[in-house]
């Protein structure tokens, strides 16, 4: 046993290696390792930022809603806007704002 003289103590030291190689393991190797949590977390903030554009895009539209049940006047300008109607007695010009080529 000559070739173990040459060796570091600390390499000797079993419950370093098994510490070491539990490391190692559990940051490369275990299905739920530091690069699939990373992910994960990525993924929830996009989630996050997704829920709150949309919570205020439900907002905004129980607001419309509100006034379309409420007042004839955004009735009127809501069928105007969205669906280009007009009074018998008007003319409707369709503005597009493309640009030109």
Do not use: C
């Amino acid at each position: 046993m000559k070739f173990l003289t040459h060796i570091p103590s600390w390499l000797k030291n079993k419950y370093l290696l098994a510490g070491a190689f539990f490391v190692v393991w559990m940051f490369f190797f275990d299905p739920k390792d530091w690069g699939v949590a990373y992910d994960k977390s990525a993924k929830l903030k996009e989630l996050q930022k997704s829920e709150n554009h949309l919570t205020a895009l439900i907002k905004d539209t129980k607001e419309e809603l509100n006034q379309l049940k409420t007042n004839a006047g955004t009735i009127e300008k809501y069928a105007r806007e969205k669906y280009l109607m007009k009074k018998d007695n008007e003319d409707l010009f369709i503005v597009s704002s493309s640009p030109a080529h």
